[in-house]
């Protein structure tokens, strides 16, 4: 996801090591050294496909606008002392404009077989 351009942050955390004070709002790219830290010490899956954490995409290539967190807070579900459960509720949110957007004939097929 990182080196495909998409900008995503953690909007939930359910695995040990990961703190909702410190993580939730983060980006993929901000918390990629400590996930490997987490995925060597404790066998965390990097990619978070066994639930230890979500993600919410702001920006990506193919959007035309990205999407900006204007407030948000953050939730426990479980206050577990080694693995707490928490997720980020968005209060606000509104879209931007972005710099140099992905021309539309991106997002088609046509495009794609004619490049």
């Known amino acids: ?11 939930k955390v359910a695995a040990l090591g ?9 980006t993929l790219d901000q918390m990629e050294p400590y996930l ?4 060597k010490k404790y066998g965390v899956h990097v990619c978070g496909e066994g639930g230890e954490y979500e ?3 702001l920006d990506c290539p193919l959007f035309k606008k990205k999407i900006i967190v204007d407030s948000s807070e953050v939730v ?4 577990d002392a080694f693995a707490p459960v ?16 992905v021309p539309d004939n991106y997002r088609t097929s046509n495009y794609i077989h004619n490049s």
């Open 86 to 101: 928490a997720y980020l509720r968005f209060l606000e949110l509104h879209l931007e404009d972005k710099v140099s957007p």
């Open 76 to 79: 426990i579900h479980s206050a």
């Open 55 to 57: 993600t919410f995409t």
């Open 18 to 26: 990961l703190d909702p004070n410190k993580h939730l709002g983060k």
């Open 36 to 39: 490997l830290e987490l995925s």
């Open 1 to 11: 996801m990182i080196s495909s351009n998409i900008q995503a942050i953690i909007i």
